[in-house]
């Protein structure tokens, strides 16, 4: 099996889609010619044309509210958004527009689309281009969140997510993109929507995380194990709307302690949720706090200080001695 | 009757060809004046060049050239009184230079530096946007701020080919023309928004005619000559004054430069391209002017790019030195007050945690 990084996987997605589905599209500024800021969708338009990959003119909603139209026409216009922090350019589009289409017209309209945007920071980008927006779009009825953070994750939940009936917005982590390559089948797989991963498994503690912060989070855990001793099940959640609910509560009833790290701000961040649906539904079985490890409620800062905002190890092994040792 | 966008012509304004020879009547700029033009011109090309070498060595992080649009960016900030308002994009050092905001803050942003979008108090500028024309509706608002508080300032922005491209510049143009507002929409056309050409980006002619619909008159400039660049600025910054309304600017230019140090312009555009423009440089071209005035020489060209290099040396000593800000300093900048949460998360922080 070949190995591949997250652009690679990601890329390869595209490309037997692309192949197999002639309704699909690519749309998005810069994504033809240059293959995408990151190279993502490198030699696409090169293989399928540009009525099939288009570059765009530089004006996020109407790219947006363009795969509404092309999507309720019967086409899978696969949209990118050059980095998450242009997404509020989209919000009437996203929320508004396409997360209640299904609904306003009771399942007359339906949009197979996916809105795809690099996110998450770590890298030294300028203002904006970092924000972990997941928040809002969990918020969103009608609007399915991918979060993948391994190059197997993310090639397999992107051909879920393009030939899923409705919109999905699918995020990937920045730092992640050429971080590790993993074993990646060339052929298409997916990987179901709406399932969590258990990384490692554990007794003593749950560690929920997703996306830009799986392997900071899942790295902490394996070293602590090392360390330390005692067991931490790691659960990537991979899709956080909709939210892989049994595996949560099948891992905290077992548990008892839990620890959600995300890479977001705070306050409404889906660490909230997480912890409100472990509340809801296994609160019993709690034998500490629910706890979070997660960027502070500042906007994201300038990157000379990005690293002290992160969710970093210290602050995950702090977090786990106080639940660990709480009586 | 139908009208055609065909039935417009647009005829490029220029005042220096690119010999230096003048093709029209020079605007009223004195001796003093046009050498202060060419310093500034100069040192901000020694100023890109020493960035990009930063960013390479690892002490700045992404950085987008401006070298090729020296005029555009001076000759119109030059036209501005300090106290007037000044709404930029991301490659506008030199503009945010010359309106008084000195260097070393341009380059403490690509630093990334936690204060780095502070300005010195008394300029009249935003920083940085990098939200592509997000200033375009806040220039607007300032100008309408103008006309309600009767300041006679005007408000100008920075917008590249690309921006005009977004809704909020055309909701700006509106706003402005119904409110005749004292509003510049100065627009950098330099062929490309990251790997895109201009004709990926409109259908029209020119970007100088996206005014029209909105009733906005509009006109296009060489960019890449710094007298006809000043010279329609001051005619828009006139006409704003004596509460005529928005005007846009169209400046023909080139971004010779990749469109970050992320980027790399090979994959798209080609190396005659890039050539045929050097040909149009306007610092080349403002000298020539000089040297035919005899007020330019060998001598003094040496000396002012010695002083180019010295001047470049202390801004970058002056941001390196600016104190490393913490992340905790930040915190008393997200409110007047922090919240009480704030406050327990920046006490953990402090804590190490
Ligand atoms: C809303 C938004 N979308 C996309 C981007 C990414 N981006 C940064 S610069 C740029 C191209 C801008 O081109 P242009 O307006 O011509 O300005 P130039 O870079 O040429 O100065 C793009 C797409 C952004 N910063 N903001
Ligand atoms: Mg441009």
Redesign the interface.
């Known amino acids: 099996m070949p190995l591949m990084n997250m652009v690679e996987a990601i890329n390869s997605a595209l490309r037997l889609e692309m192949e197999r589905d002639p309704s699909m599209l690519i749309i998005g500024?810069?994504v033809?010619?240059?293959?995408g800021?990151f190279r993502v969708t490198d030699g696409l338009q090169a293989q399928f044309g540009n009525r099939r990959v288009v570059?765009?003119?530089?004006?996020e909603?109407?790219i947006v509210g363009a795969a509404v139209g092309l999507a309720a026409r019967g086409l899978r216009p696969v949209a990118e958004v050059q980095f998450l922090?242009?997404i509020?350019?989209t919000m009437d589009q996203m929320a508004s527009q396409a997360a209640r289409m299904r609904f306003r017209t009771a399942g007359r309209i339906h949009l197979p689309m996916v809105v795809r945007s690099p996110y998450g920071g770590g890298v030294?980008?300028?203002?904006?281009?970092s924000d972990s927006l997941e928040g809002l779009f969990v918020h969103t009825p009608g609007i399915k969140v991918v979060m993948p953070s391994s190059p197997y994750d993310a090639k397999g939940l992107l051909l879920s997510a393009i030939r899923d009936p409705d919109p999905v917005l699918y995020l990937e982590p920045m730092r992640l993109y050429r971080a590790f390559k993993e074993e990646v089948p060339d052929g298409e797989y997916t990987v179901e929507l709406g399932k969590a991963k258990v990384v490692a498994e554990g007794d003593d503690l749950t560690l929920i995380t997703w996306g830009a912060a799986a392997p900071v989070a899942t790295a902490a855990a394996a070293e602590w194990r090392d360390k330390q001793g005692g067991s931490v099940e790691v659960i990537d959640l991979r899709t956080v709307a909709p939210m892989d609910e049994e595996a949560i509560v099948r891992s905290v009833a077992k548990t008892g302690r839990v620890l959600i790290v995300h890479e977001a701000v705070?306050?409404g961040g889906v660490g909230a949720e997480v912890a409100a649906l472990v509340s809801e539904k296994c609160m019993l079985s709690l034998l500490a706090p629910i706890l979070r490890v997660t960027g502070?409620?500042?906007?994201y800062?300038?990157?000379?200080?990005?690293e002290?905002?992160l969710p970093n190890k210290?602050?995950i092994f702090?977090?786990m001695q106080e639940l660990l040792s709480y009586r | 009757m139908w009208i055609n966008p065909e039935d417009l012509t647009v005829t490029q304004w220029q005042v220096l060809n690119e010999a230096g020879e003048l093709v029209r009547e020079a605007p009223s700029l004195g001796h003093r004046q046009l050498l202060e033009v060419y310093r500034y011109m100069v040192i901000a090309r020694a100023y890109d060049e020493r960035a990009m070498r930063l960013q390479r060595q690892g002490r700045i992080?992404?950085y987008a050239p401006f070298s090729g649009q020296e005029a555009a960016q001076i000759g119109s900030a030059y036209a501005l009184e300090r106290s007037d308002w000044m709404f930029p994009s991301?490659r506008e050092a030199p503009a945010l230079w010359v309106h008084g905001a000195p260097l070393e803050y341009s380059l403490l942003y690509t630093?990334?530096?936690?204060f780095?979008?502070r300005l010195p108090e008394g300029v009249h500028a935003f920083p940085?946007q990098?939200?592509?024309a997000g200033q375009a509706t806040h220039v607007m608002g300032s100008a309408w701020a103008s006309t309600y508080l009767e300041d006679k300032r005007v408000s100008l922005c920075y917008l590249g080919d690309?921006?005009t491209?977004?809704?909020d510049f055309h909701e700006s143009l509106n706003f402005a023309s119904v409110l005749k507002l004292p509003a510049i929409y100065f627009i950098q056309n330099n062929q490309w928004?990251?790997?895109?050409p201009r004709s990926?980006?409109?259908g029209s002619a020119t970007f100088a005619q996206k005014g029209l619909a909105y009733g906005i008159p509009g006109v296009q400039v060489d960019g890449n000559d710094v007298l006809a660049v000043y010279q329609v600025t001051m005619e828009a910054v006139r006409r704003a004054r004596e509460g005529k309304g928005p005007s846009l600017i169209e400046a023909v230019t080139y971004r010779n430069g990749p469109h970050t140090t992320?980027?790399d312009p090979n994959?798209?555009r080609s190396q005659a391209e890039v050539e045929s423009w050097k040909q149009k440089d306007p610092i080349v071209r403002l000298r020539r002017y000089l040297t035919g005035l005899q007020i330019w020489d060998d001598e003094r060209e040496q000396a002012l790019w010695q002083e180019a290099a010295q001047v470049i040396e202390q801004v970058v000593a002056k941001a390196e030195g600016v104190p490393?800000?913490?992340?905790a300093e930040?915190?008393d900048y997200?409110y007047a007050t922090p919240?009480p949460?704030?406050q327990e998360?920046w006490a953990t922080?402090e804590r190490?945690?």
């Open positions: 500024e810069d033809g010619r240059a293959g800021v570059d765009t003119p530089l004006a909603s109407a922090g242009f509020y350019e030294r980008t300028p203002e904006l281009h705070k306050s502070y409620d500042t906007p800062p300038a990157f000379a200080v990005e002290d905002w210290q602050r702090k977090a | 992080g992404t991301y630093m990334g530096h936690v780095g979008a940085v990098i939200i592509i690309g921006a491209s977004q809704g928004a990251i790997s895109l990926h980006q409109t992320s980027d994959r798209y490393k800000g913490t992340l930040s915190f997200v919240t949460r704030l998360q922080l190490g945690r």
